[in-house]
Nanobody, 126 residues
Framework: QVQLVESGGGLVQAGGSLRLSCAAS????????MAWFRQAPEKEREFVAA????????RYTDSVKGRFTISRDNAKNTVYLQMNSLTPEDTAVYYC???????????????????WGQGTQVTVSS
């Protein structure tokens, strides 16, 4: 069982930055693929970024490449999402997800993730 708690969301002006954190419980955090998804009002939850268990591989959706960086600290059981150059289109609830047996090829899909956090709101004003 893994519990995920996101933090770091808030209101920021366009062009600004935020750093999201996701703290995980459980002793096997380091074996999980971790990801961030987001859901804007009246839209489907979409993939944002993923990182493999070692931190050596990452994937991003095209719209955030070059602006967002996912990282993890296995010693602290925490995954981060550094978000720079934010735009109003980044406004959404951001969710952290953990997958134990997900293949790296499926890391962008919601289906393979076993655990989800409660989400943290990110609002970018123009």
């Amino acid at each position: 069982q893994v519990q995920l708690v996101e933090s770091g969301g808030g209101l920021v002006q366009a062009g600004g930055s935020l750093r999201l954190s996701c703290a995980a419980s459980g002793r096997t955090f380091s074996s999980y693929t971790m990801a961030w998804f987001r859901q804007a009002p009246e839209k489907e939850r979409e993939f944002v970024a993923a990182i493999n268990w070692t931190g050596g591989s990452t994937r991003y959706t095209d719209s955030v490449k070059g602006r967002f960086t996912i990282s993890r600290d296995n010693a602290k059981n925490t995954v981060y999402l550094q978000m720079n150059s934010l735009t109003p289109e980044d406004t959404a609830v951001y969710y952290c997800a953990a997958g134990r047996s997900i293949s790296w090829g499926a890391a962008t899909t919601r289906r393979g993730y076993d655990y989800w956090g409660q989400g943290t709101q990110v609002t970018v004003s123009s």
